[in-house]
């Protein structure tokens, strides 16, 4: 099972270079900080008030990147916004402990800098495939055919468009209706909507 900062790096990763697309990496730094706020999310250790992240559990996860996130935003006196935390945690060189994930997980491999896939992998859809096929192959079922999406599918594509990634998934002759049904699923995602918000907030700074 992959984690959404696994299957947000995959979507990354440019097929015939094997490196994270130029265009796409510096939204992805925000995007898997936001994406680990969303997996503490799932089970309720954080939810989001009045644009400020709240820390309801900080028992520990057993997932180190969780853990280190538990850990700070507990260390702090007074909530901080959900922007603040993104911006603290895309500092902790999350690209690199991703990969080494998925490196351990036998998904990708790294050959002199450049990644390539794992056949057949684990989490391969269909058998034979690699990881990243089978994760778009789902993320068009779910938009495309009407697939029933699972709450991260929802968190995972809120996040991609957030990080200006859904035409990595869908081709440029479905990204506009396909923007339109992304649009439409993740309206109910309240958490996943504060992150998209929170990372267009840090854009415009950046800008």
């Excluded at 959404?4 to 510096?26: H, N």
């Excluded at 503490?40 to 992240?53: M, N």
């Excluded at 402990?97 to 056949?119: G, Q």
Aim: one cysteine or more; a negative charge.
């Amino acid at each position: 099972m992959l984690a959404l900062t696994e299957k947000l790096l995959l979507l990354s990763i440019e097929d015939d270079s094997g490196e994270v697309i130029p265009f796409v990496s510096e939204a992805l730094r925000f995007g898997l900080a936001g994406a680990i706020l969303a997996e503490l999310s799932l089970p309720g250790k954080v939810t989001v008030q009045d644009k400020e992240l709240i820390l309801n559990e900080d028992s520990l996860t057993g997932d180190e990147l969780l853990d280190e996130a538990v850990a700070l935003i507990s260390d702090e006196e007074v909530p901080q916004k959900v922007t603040y935390w993104i911006r603290v945690l895309s500092t902790k060189k999350l690209k690199k402990k991703v990969i080494a994930r998925l490196v351990v997980k036998n998904v990708i491999a790294l050959e002199e800098k450049h990644f390539t896939w794992v056949l057949p992998s684990a989490e391969g859809t269909p058998p034979g495939g690699s990881a990243k096929y089978g994760l778009k192959l789902h993320l068009r079922a779910v938009i495309l055919a009407g697939e029933e999406p699972q709450p991260t599918d929802l968190i995972l594509l809120s996040l991609l468009k957030a990080c200006r990634m859904l035409d990595l998934v869908f081709t440029r002759d479905e990204l506009k209706a396909a923007r339109k049904k992304v649009d439409e699923r993740i309206k109910t995602e309240a958490f996943g909507k504060a992150v998209t918000k929170a990372i267009a907030a840090l854009d415009v700074e950046k800008e």
